[in-house]
């Protein structure tokens, strides 16, 4: 299964992100939304699970979550806005309901992409696709089946 992840959109979506995302199954939105017309444009392309990000307050922060968990073809995925760096993470990961850890951990906030594995777990931030800070713009491609995980950064434009 593809599954297209962005992050930080803030309001607006780069012209590239579309087409980069094209035949992905799923899209995850790590947070920093905007505008809830940035999820209808996603939704063309496949269905769309969103958190709500530091920056999205009233009716965008009521209708997401802060976190999320998912899973998909056997792989569990950890969906939170704020990370930090993966070697400091993987000693205080999440557990889910059932006492296991993810086996990919997706962030945004910092609006650079990130693609690490730390002891087994996949560390993915998609960077921005919408709101560059220096670092361009990028979304992610997640592939999963049979209870593993791999991901590419992809730049757009």
Request: charged content about 15%; overall charge neutral.
């Amino acid at each position: 299964m593809e599954i297209g992840v962005v992050s930080d959109t803030h309001g607006r979506l780069a012209r590239g992100v579309l087409p980069a995302l094209a035949g992905v199954e799923l899209i995850l939105h790590a947070g920093d939304i905007g505008n809830e017309m940035i999820l209808g444009q996603l939704e063309t392309i496949a269905p769309v699970l969103a958190i709500h990000g530091n920056t999205d307050q009233g009716a965008l922060a009521r209708a997401h979550p802060a976190n999320r968990w998912i899973e998909r073809e056997g792989v569990l995925i950890y969906m939170t806005h704020i990370g930090g760096q993966p070697r400091h993470l993987v000693q205080s990961l999440p557990k889910a309901a059932d006492g296991r850890l993810p086996q990919v951990y997706i962030f945004g906030h910092s609006h650079r992409p990130l693609c690490e594995m730390h002891n087994s777990v996949l560390f993915l931030n998609p960077g921005t696709a919408g709101a560059p800070r220096g670092a361009g713009l990028s979304v992610a491609r997640l592939t999963v089946a049979n209870g593993q995980a791999s991901a590419v950064i992809v730049e757009v434009q």
